[in-house]
């Protein structure tokens, strides 16, 4: 089973109807749909209500509540080979911003938290994707050229079917 925070817009959206357009069984996980991270205790009943996940897409953004998730889940399936969690994070970090930019932040974060824990070498499988400007409502204001978000979930796909040979993949327009 496909777990998947963010499931009912944007890039989330897409890769829940990748996966079951495959057959994957999916669970998904939104605000609109009970699973608010804005909301205490929301990062416990997810991890709960996904252990009998096999691949776990932490996709949802709150500030920090991407990389809150990302260390508890860590803590239950760190040990466990069969288990596999890919983050979306973000290239938006890598350049230097003129303006306060807190997305960045908060995903630069992800991207060192995620490092952090690729290097303790767990059982379960970790990987980032980080793709460049997709073309949904949070970045619709930006003049630039974006990846659609079916290309996301395309990519998504493929790297969870990889050997886990992938660790961190970054993908722009």
């Not at 979930?153 to 993949?169: N, R, S, Y």
Request: net charge neutral; aromatic share 10%; glycine share 6%.
């Amino acid at each position: 089973m496909i777990a998947i925070t963010g499931h009912t817009s944007g890039i989330g959206h897409a890769i829940a109807t990748w996966f079951a357009a495959r057959e994957h069984p999916v669970r998904g996980f939104a605000a609109s749909t009970g699973y608010d991270l804005a909301q205490s205790g929301t990062i416990e009943r997810i991890i709960d209500d996904a252990q009998t996940a096999d691949v776990f897409i932490n996709n949802a953004y709150h500030a920090m509540a991407q990389v809150d998730l990302l260390y508890a889940l860590y803590e239950r399936w760190a040990a466990d080979a069969s288990k596999t969690i890919l983050s979306i994070s973000s290239n938006s970090g890598d350049g230097t911003k003129n303006y306060p930019h807190p997305y960045a932040v908060y995903k630069t974060a992800l991207d060192k938290t995620i490092e952090q824990l690729q290097n303790t070498r767990p059982a379960c499988r970790i990987m980032n994707l980080r793709p460049g400007y997709v073309d949904t409502h949070r970045v619709s204001y930006v003049q630039a050229q974006k990846l659609a978000p079916s290309y996301v979930a395309e990519v998504v796909g493929w790297m969870v079917q990889q050997p886990g040979l992938i660790k961190t993949l970054t993908v722009e327009p």
